[in-house]
């Protein structure tokens, strides 16, 4: 089946704190650049290149502002998020592209921090140890900048197995809070606790960007002459695992509903459906072209979307973008590759689509889509691919190819 390639656009806000315009008339904006670890020094440096070969016609110049964050940043300076890194972004930058970091606390870190049954049994509120040391710096960076949304695109291309479906991802809570413990029973057998918090503020917040994106998306189809999966209309499926956890899941069902009921007009035509998550994943696999906006809090959205990419080839493929009322920051699903690292082989695409992405929700739909169809029309004739996708070729000539073909 020839797929759709609609390609909805996805921003709805043209910020800039920034911009200032040049005599050639282009309008100059300013992109922090945080590689972290392993292949995201790879990867990233591919989308700076491909936004530097947007022709002028699209009426933007890039400035460039090189970032650190990360395990190689905390080895170096003791911490894995510089103040620096924040205050740059939230004062000078328009918008960010991000790579991956590693993420490792030693778990003989772990045990060097709990307490003895005699310090718990002296100490105030025991139990009380709480762990803590290197901390993932995109998760703070998420919470630093309000940026509530991770959205995920998964889309095939060609006459691969369909699937066109965005996986909108709750990104400041749930079991990121991060609020962890652990200690020894009487017996001296370990225990260890973790909160999953969801607020409804942030469950209204994701499930507003879910109905506006199912709308947009929508709109975008119903204009489009490209056939699409979704030809009766937009669909948010709400996922979670209420039947269980009834307070916590239950209070995310219940608030993005809310979101819906709060505006029928608006979403009149949205079809809203609900999946446990389980199986979500089960359907996922089976039907993945009946699913159109996902809507997850954040650790199932993590989960299900590398599930996903596994529908389209590759975790090397898949970009989001972490979105805020006022910033947005592009950023590959897939982590630090340490199996593949500094051999010039990872896959640039899901960097390159997470650049387009990121200019998208900053308001620039044409060059967004124009980096969307360079990067269609190389995967769709799968000739220069790297090894991930079953090929021979490197990064660097991955984005060469797909620069050619802006
Ligand atoms: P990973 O995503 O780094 O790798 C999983 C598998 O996919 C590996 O076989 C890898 O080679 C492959 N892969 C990933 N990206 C690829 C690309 N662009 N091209 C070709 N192949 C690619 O996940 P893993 O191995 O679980 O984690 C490695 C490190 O990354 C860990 O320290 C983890 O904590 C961290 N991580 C960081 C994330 C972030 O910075 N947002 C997200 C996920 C993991
Ligand atoms: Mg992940």
Redesign the pocket.
């Known amino acids: 089946m020839m797929l759709p390639s609609v390609r909805p656009v996805l921003g709805r806000m043209a910020f800039s704190l920034t911009t200032s315009v040049s005599s050639r008339g282009l309008k100059t904006l300013k992109i922090g650049l945080i590689p ?5 020094k790879e ?1 990233i440096p591919a989308g700076r290149h491909v936004l530097e070969a947007l022709p002028a016609e699209d009426g933007l110049n890039f400035q460039f502002v090189d970032l650190i964050a ?2 190689e940043c905390f080895k170096a300076t003791g911490v894995a998020l510089p103040e620096e890194t924040v205050k740059v972004l939230k004062e000078e930058c328009d918008g960010a592209l ?7 606390v030693a778990w003989s870190y772990i045990l060097s921090q709990i307490e003895s049954p005699d310090q718990a049994a002296n100490s105030t509120s025991s139990p009380t140890t709480k762990v803590a040391g290197y901390s ?3 998760v703070a960076l998420r919470k630093k900048l309000g940026l509530y949304a991770n959205v995920r695109p998964v889309k095939s291309v060609g006459d691969d197995r369909p699937v066109d479906m965005v996986i909108v991802r709750e990104n400041t809570e749930d079991l990121y809070v991060k609020e962890e413990k652990i200690w020894t029973l009487e017996d001296g057998t370990k225990i260890a606790e973790a909160i999953k918090r969801i607020t409804e503020k942030a469950s209204y917040n994701i499930g507003k960007l879910a109905f506006d994106l199912a709308v947009q998306r929508g709109a975008a189809r119903s204009t489009s002459s490209i056939p699409t999966l979704h030809s009766n209309g937009p669909i948010v499926t709400i996922t979670h695992k209420s039947n269980v956890l009834s307070t916590t899941d239950g209070l995310f069902r219940e608030t993005v509903r809310k979101v819906y009921e709060d505006n029928v007009e608006k979403y009149a035509g949205v079809n809203v459906q609900e999946q446990i998550v389980d199986s979500m994943v089960y359907r996922m696999f089976r039907e993945p072209e009946i699913f159109d906006v996902v809507v997850a809090p954040n650790l199932y959205g ?1 989960i299900l979307s ?1 599930g996903a990419a596994a529908l389209v080839g ?4 898949i970009p989001s973008a972490n979105v805020g009322d006022t910033f947005v920051i592009g ?10 690292e500094g051999k010039n ?7 390159i689509r997470s650049t387009a992405l990121m200019l998208e929700f900053m308001g620039y739909a044409k060059p967004a889509a124009r980096i969307h169809a360079a990067v269609d029309a190389h995967m769709v004739e799968k000739k220069i691919s ?3 996708l079953g090929g021979t070729a490197t ?1 660097t000539q991955v984005t060469e190819d797909i620069i050619k073909r802006l």
């Open positions: 972290g670890d392993g292949i995201g990867v990360g395990f991000f790579g991956a970091v590693r993420y490792v993932s710096p995109i993590d590398d590759s975790l090397g493929v950023e590959p699903c897939h982590g630090s590759a340490p199996d593949i082989i990872a896959n640039p695409i899901a960097t790297t090894p991930d990064t």
